[in-house]
């Protein structure tokens, strides 16, 4: 009985290595020593060359880094952001295909996996680590306040706004700045910028919390708006990454490697100075 399970056993390894040995030969290569969620990793990157399209979620109410505007009379999603996925997708050898969503959805729909990856100034916090990858960063930015340009003088420090409404994206590290910094206020949460932006013109909320590039556009496209003379900081990490669903490890390293390029070749800093240009002029 024993001698006939040890030949059953046999017989049954014989036919998974085999197996194993004949799906190997296809790709020319042997994977001896490759564990099973290596070999389900390392098709990632694959998987979108070969359907030559790389899904790209982001919520494009961000400008400099993604916002819409009108190319020959078309409306389309520009930005420092949207410059650095083509060129990263020239690199990949692939088209993209862009999900303009609320950021929220966006964050929701990456981690199940409807996107290749998230591209939206989105910050790579401990806490999104926890649900999905993040590579390097490519962006460093600063929290700033937008308050009515009649209200400067009202509000110099967080103190003032003892009792006011403050305005953050949903979803977004900002939320968190207002909870922690604004103690004495009351934070209201809406989808979209421009609707934050809409509200704070019309005096329905007191003050909203943008980062520092997006917080310049809205100004400078909103005469009625300044940034207040008001001192916030994030204590989560604000730093700028690119987000994958989790199992895409491969496709997180090789997107390291091209971004470490963009970065050292200033490429970067271009798109986000170019797209900063743009998108002020926008408001003339
Ligand atoms: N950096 C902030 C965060 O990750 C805000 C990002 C919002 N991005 C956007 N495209 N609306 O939470």
Known sequence: MKKMLKWTLALLAMVV???CGSSNESTGKSASNTSD???KTAGKLAAIQEKGVIK???SADFPPFEFHTLVAGKDQIVGADVDMVNAIAEELGVKVEWSDTDFDTMLASLQAGN???GVSGISATDERKENMLFTDNYYVPKQNVVIKKTDMDKYTEIA???GKKVGAQKGSIQEGVVQAQFTDSQLVAIA???SLVMEVKSGSLDALVLEDKIAASYVAQNEDLVIADVEV???DDESYS???PKGSEDLQEELNSILKKLIEEGKIAEFVEKNEALANEKAK
């Open 160 to 162: 003032d706004f003892k």
């Open 242 to 244: 690119i987000a994958l």
């Open 56 to 58: 790209v979620g982001t």
């Open 115 to 117: 996107v290749d990856i």
């Open 17 to 19: 290595l085999g197996a």
């Open 37 to 39: 969620s290596q070999t």
């Open 233 to 235: 900081t994030s204590t």
């Open 192 to 194: 979209k910028i421009p």
